[in-house]
């Protein structure tokens, strides 16, 4: 079974631009959430995204956004990029609430 | 306000013996706890989960103990083994309906077993 799978592995960009970060979930999993992890901080819930909808989303500015595509695949776009945006940005998927969720890698993003 | 407390940033353990990683809570709509563990450049790994309506769960060598009254948990990892160095996360969750649910993570825990 494939496990969850994020892509870029790293990203840099430089301030003000906007970046997509993907994530394909495990086959079957229809819930799929993303985290923030930033140097020194532990993982900072940022959305959860089910069967195509947003359901919950954390304390980060609407600059951060995305979307759930009909294969339960899933983006995160970042807007108007900042300096502490830089961080590693893990996708979970999950078969809902109350069970366990499976990571991907991580995508590095680096702002300039 | 951080509702999952995991005080220790760091443990070292001889290998062997047995690996106490501690987490603490705030909330007490918490009903799920997970542990999780994270190699540097990889994601976290899911390890072993509890419910609130239990005080202990098992996995082979890894066991988690939850003290509701106290809103504490524990991960024991019996004999320890140098592929356990790595970072523990403690993780906690309520769901009350459809766009409350959301997945808490304590700062973590740096296990180094030492052979």
């Known amino acids: 079974e494939a496990g969850v799978t994020q892509s870029p592995t790293h990203l840099i960009k430089t301030r003000g631009q906007q970046a997509t970060l993907r994530c394909s979930p495990i086959s079957g999993h229809t819930s799929v959430y993303w985290y923030q992890q930033a140097l020194g901080l532990g993982l900072q819930f940022l959305l959860w995204?089910?069967?195509?909808?947003?359901?919950n989303r954390g304390n980060f500015p609407p600059r951060f956004s995305g979307r759930q595509f009909p294969n339960y695949s899933s983006e995160l776009n970042v807007n108007a990029l900042e300096l502490e945006d830089s961080a590693l940005y893990l996708c979970?998927?999950?078969?809902?609430?109350?069970?366990?969720?499976?990571f991907g890698d991580g995508t590095r993003l680096s702002i300039l | 306000d951080q509702q999952v407390k995991q005080n220790s940033p760091s443990l070292s353990v001889q290998e062997g013996r047995i690996s106490i990683l501690n987490c603490d809570y705030t909330n007490s709509m918490f009903d799920y706890f997970l542990w999780y563990k994270k190699y540097p450049a990889e994601g976290p790994t899911f390890l072993i989960s509890?419910?609130?309506?239990?005080d202990k769960n098992e996995d082979g060598r890894f066991t988690v103990f939850l003290n509701k009254s106290a809103k504490h948990l524990s991960l024991h990892i019996v004999p320890s083994q140098p592929g356990d160095s790595a970072v523990y996360f403690c993780?906690?969750?309520?769901?009350?309906?459809?766009?409350?649910?959301?997945?808490?993570f304590g700062k973590g825990t740096k296990l180094s077993v030492i052979p």
């Open positions: 995204y089910d069967e195509g909808e947003e359901r």
């Open positions: 993780a906690a969750t309520s769901y009350s309906g459809a766009g409350s649910y959301q997945l808490t």
């Open positions: 979970a998927s999950s078969l809902g609430p109350y069970q366990p969720q499976h």
């Open positions: 509890i419910s609130s309506i239990k």
